[in-house]
């Protein structure tokens, strides 16, 4: 059973444009829903977390936007560049002594091109 | 300085072999993680530990057994390796601070191919 359900499994987006990956989350218990991006040959890292009592969160060209009532996330990407090209999961997770459980999307493999 | 260091980088073996992946964290986190991707990139938790003490067991065969000889360490034996195995291995870290800011701290991986 698929908890996190991420789309598109790859997109192709022109330098410039903007780049947007949902995801839907099915258990309502969880409380924290970050965004990694992920280089061939590298770990995830990072990118962008919201929590659900927030309905939009914006670092720099990354904003992510929260339906709670909807259990959907999506990840904008503005202005996309070809460094932004690499591999995006969306997680889900709840806190629970002391671990953080990340329950991954499928992945979305970006590529802008030039 | 790596944050979290996984050895070796690369493991290839045959069927039937019994290996090891070791994951060390210099950035002082109580939580260590093990984390499966498997060649459609689907990552999914294994294990985690908290100051040595087992938090989370996913349902993973019990060929595999992680161990923590301290709260910077974190090791993965894996007994009688088969062709699904195949995969990459990610170690992760993370604070434990209340909640935590939930993130979590990705080594590079290692990528173990069983023939």
């Known amino acids: 059973q698929q908890q996190v359900k991420q789309s598109p499994q790859s997109l192709i987006v022109q330098k410039g444009g903007i780049s947007i990956i949902n995801c839907a989350y099915e258990?309502?218990?969880?409380?924290?829903f970050p965004w990694y991006q992920q280089f061939p040959g590298k770990g995830p890292a990072l990118l962008i977390a919201?929590?659900?009592?927030?309905s939009e969160k914006k670092e720099g060209r990354f904003t992510i936007s929260f339906n709670k009532s909807a259990k959907q996330f999506s990840l904008h990407i503005m202005d996309s560049q070809p460094g932004d090209s690499a591999t995006y999961f969306c997680?889900?997770?709840?806190?629970?002594?002391?671990?953080?459980?990340?329950?991954f999307g499928q992945g979305t493999r970006l590529t802008i091109n030039p | 300085d790596t944050a979290v260091s996984q050895t070796p980088k690369y493991l290839v073996t045959q069927m039937g072999n019994d290996k090891s992946i070791k994951c060390e964290q210099n950035?002082?986190?109580?939580?260590m993680y093990w984390y499966k991707q498997d060649s459609k990139k689907f990552l999914k938790i294994m294990f985690s530990?908290?100051?040595?003490?087992?938090?989370i067991n996913e349902t993973v065969p019990n060929r595999f057994s992680p161990k923590s000889p301290d709260k910077a360490h974190l090791n993965l034996h894996i007994n009688s390796l088969e062709l699904g195995d195949s995969a990459v291995y990610f170690c992760?870290?993370?604070?434990?601070?209340?909640?935590?800011?939930?993130?979590?701290?990705f080594g590079e991986g290692s990528r173990l191919t069983v023939l």
């Open positions: 992760a870290s993370s604070p434990t601070s209340g909640r935590g800011n939930g993130e979590l701290f």
């Open positions: 258990n309502t218990a969880f409380d924290y």
């Open positions: 919201i929590r659900p009592d927030v």
């Open positions: 997680a889900a997770s709840k806190y629970n002594q002391g671990a953080q459980k990340l329950v």
């Open positions: 950035l002082g986190h109580d939580t």
């Open positions: 530990y908290n100051n040595k003490e087992l938090i």
